[in-house]
Nanobody
């Protein structure tokens, strides 16, 4: 079992930056792939970014490429999402998720992630 807790959300203005954290507990964190997803009001939850268990691979949704960076510190059992040049359309509840390294399927598929945090709100004002 893995417990995930997100933090770092808040209210910012267009062009600002935020760093979200996803703290994990319960199992060895470095054997889990971590993904970030977000859900805007009235919309389906969507993939944002993912990082493989060994940090060898990262994946980004097209609209955040070049603005968001996903990374992890396995010694601290924490994954991060650095969000720069924020836009109003980035407003959403952001969730981190984890899946064991042996789980197959695309990194963008939320159905493949077994463990989820409670979410943290990010609001970007124009």
């Amino acid at each position: 079992q893995v417990q995930l807790v997100e933090s770092g959300g808040g209210l910012v203005q267009t062009g600002d930056s935020l760093r979200l954290s996803c703290a994990a507990s319960g199992r060895t964190f470095n054997i889990y792939t971590v993904g970030w997803f977000r859900q805007a009001p009235g919309k389906e939850r969507e993939f944002v970014a993912a990082i493989s268990w060994g940090s060898m691979s990262t994946y980004y949704e097209d609209s955040v490429k070049g603005r968001f960076t996903i990374y992890r510190d396995n010694d601290k059992n924490t994954a991060y999402l650095q969000m720069d040049s924020l836009k109003p359309e980035d407003t959403a509840v952001y969730y981190c998720a984890a899946r064991h390294r042996t789980v197959g399927g695309g990194f963008t598929s939320e159905a493949t992630y077994k463990y989820w945090g409670q979410g943290t709100q990010v609001t970007v004002s124009s």
